[in-house]
C-alpha cells in the first residue's frame, strides 16, 4: 500500500516561513490534500489537490507538489498556526485514502 | 454549513460490536462521497472506510477489512459504520468526513467532532 512520510516535527519564529514535506512514491502522479487540526479539535481542510485553498483559509498557506516530495508553506508564521499537520492522497487502485503520519509545527 | 453529527461511540468488550452513526445536515448528502477516519489517543489519523455517493463503491484500510461495514441511507442523510469483532486498536475517536466529491478525490472538507470508541476486555 501506498506510503506518506512527514517528519514528525517542525520550528519556526513567528513572522518566518514554515515549510512541511511530505514524502511518497511519485507522489506528483496524485493529488495531495493538507489538514492542520489543532489540541482538542476536529481536523480542517487547508490545501486541496495540491495548490487550492478552500474559502476561508488565509493566502498564507499553500502547497507544492513534485517528484516525491509534496509541501505544505506558511508564510508569516502566527502562534495561532501552531498545530499538527496531515498530507492525505487518494490511493484509487482498491478505494484507499492514506494519511502522513504528521507534523507537528511548533511556533517558537 | 454542513453539519456531521457522530453518534454510537461507548465502551465495548474486545470481541463484541458497536454500530457508528453520523448525520449530515446542510448538505446534499448523495452528492458526495463519505468516510470514517480514527484517531487513537496521542496519534495521527488514520483512513478506516469510505463509500462513494451511490454506494456501489467501498473501501476499507487493511486494519479493518473483513470486520467493518460501511454504509449510508441517502434518505436520512445518514452514515453509518458496523464494527464487529472489535479488538483493544480499535480504541480511538472516530470521525465523519465528507469528501469534496462524489468518487474518493478532492480530500475531505468537512468534519465531525468525533464520537469515542473504548474496546476493553
Known amino acids: 500500500s501506498y506510503v506518506l512520510t512527514q517528519p514528525p516535527s517542525v520550528s519556526v519564529a513567528p513572522g518566518e516561513t514554515a515549510r512541511m514535506s511530505c514524502g511518497g512514491n511519485?507522489?506528483?502522479?496524485?493529488?495531495v490534500h493538507w489538514y492542520q487540526q489543532r489540541p482538542g479539535q476536529a481536523p480542517v481542510l487547508v490545501v486541496f489537490a495540491d495548490s487550492d485553498r478552500p474559502s476561508g483559509i488565509p493566502e498564507r498557506f499553500s502547497g507544492s507538489n513534485s517528484g516525491n516530495t509534496a509541501t505544505l508553506t506558511i508564510s508569516r508564521v502566527e502562534a495561532g498556526d501552531e498545530a499538527d499537520y496531515y498530507c492525505?492522497?487518494?490511493?484509487?487502485?482498491?478505494?484507499?485514502?492514506?494519511f502522513g503520519g504528521g507534523t507537528k509545527l511548533t511556533v517558537l | 454549513e454542513v453539519q456531521l453529527v457522530e453518534f454510537g461511540g461507548g465502551l465495548a468488550q474486545t470481541g463484541r460490536s458497536l454500530r457508528l452513526s453520523c448525520a449530515a445536515s446542510g448538505v446534499i448528502f448523495d452528492n458526495y462521497a463519505m468516510h470514517w477516519v480514527r484517531q487513537a489517543p496521542g496519534k495521527g489519523l488514520e483512513w478506516v472506510s469510505g463509500i462513494y455517493w451511490d454506494s456501489r463503491t467501498m473501501g476499507y484500510a487493511d486494519s479493518v477489512k473483513g470486520r467493518f461495514t460501511i454504509s449510508r441511507d441517502n434518505r436520512k442523510q445518514t452514515l453509518y459504520l458496523q464494527m464487529n469483532s472489535l479488538r483493544h486498536e480499535d480504541t480511538a475517536l472516530y470521525y465523519c468526513?465528507?469528501?469534496?466529491?462524489?468518487?474518493?478525490?478532492?480530500?475531505?472538507?468537512?468534519w465531525g467532532q468525533g464520537t469515542l470508541v473504548t474496546v476493553s476486555s
Open positions: 492525505h492522497v487518494w490511493d484509487n487502485s482498491g478505494a484507499h485514502q492514506v
Open positions: 468526513a465528507k469528501g469534496r466529491r462524489a468518487d474518493g478525490a478532492g480530500g475531505f472538507d468537512s
Open positions: 511519485n507522489i506528483a502522479s496524485k493529488d
